[in-house]
């Protein structure tokens, strides 16, 4: 049963669906609703953070912001996981490529979710734990993308918790190991999703590529943002069925 809580405060008993799509902006938490939901209501706002539900081609359908970084990420999938019957976020959002055989335009889906943060210190684990997304959720996006005939990459992505790293070879190593992206909030979701037993999957557009210096021109980015979108979507709801 759902519950408000000091982050999300219910504003129709519409509530929200059992997968959630969650991009970092609020503003484009809107947009998504407005452009792919039907029948969409606003069922959150505090602080900004727009939250609504709608439906996609018949399935009921959830897409509110994350903020950026790994912390508030983490407090919204939690509250959303523990308190208002969300069993799946897809996170959508954009990515820096850390590869040159990645181009700009093509969706990075993440198997797994490194990271620099000490998110996971709180587990108390004698060791380190290794983020990854929900299988099921997983082979889905695979599918589909294929299906639709994207240019798509799955593999380990980096959430960072450094947009304006002081070190200039802070990537290097994470290149090395053939990390695949570079973004701000997978690893925290996935983290989450584990100990709740709950599923999550982060699928990401490559607005830029470290490596080339490769960037998307603003009307570009908003291009390969749909195809993004029309995955995530499909995702959520052939893996409901």
Known sequence: MSQNTPHINLLSDIGFGKTVLMPGDPKRAEVIAKTFLEDAVKVNDVRGVNGYTGY????????????????????????LYSFFGVESIIRVGSAGALSSAINVRDII??????????????????????????????ESAVSNARSMNLNYHVGNILSSDIFYNDSDKANDGWIKMGVLAVEMEAAALYMNAARLGKRALAICTVSDNIITGESLPAMERQNSFKEMMALSLETAISYNK
């Open 56 to 79: 996609y081609k018949g399935e009921k359908v959830s897409v509110m912001a994350s903020g950026m970084g790994m912390p508030s990420m983490a407090i919204y999938s939690y509250e």
């Open 109 to 138: 889906i993440g198997m797994g979710a490194c990271t620099n943060s000490n998110y996971s210190k709180q587990y108390g684990l004698d060791g380190s734990f290794a983020p990854i997304a929900d299988f099921a959720l997983l």
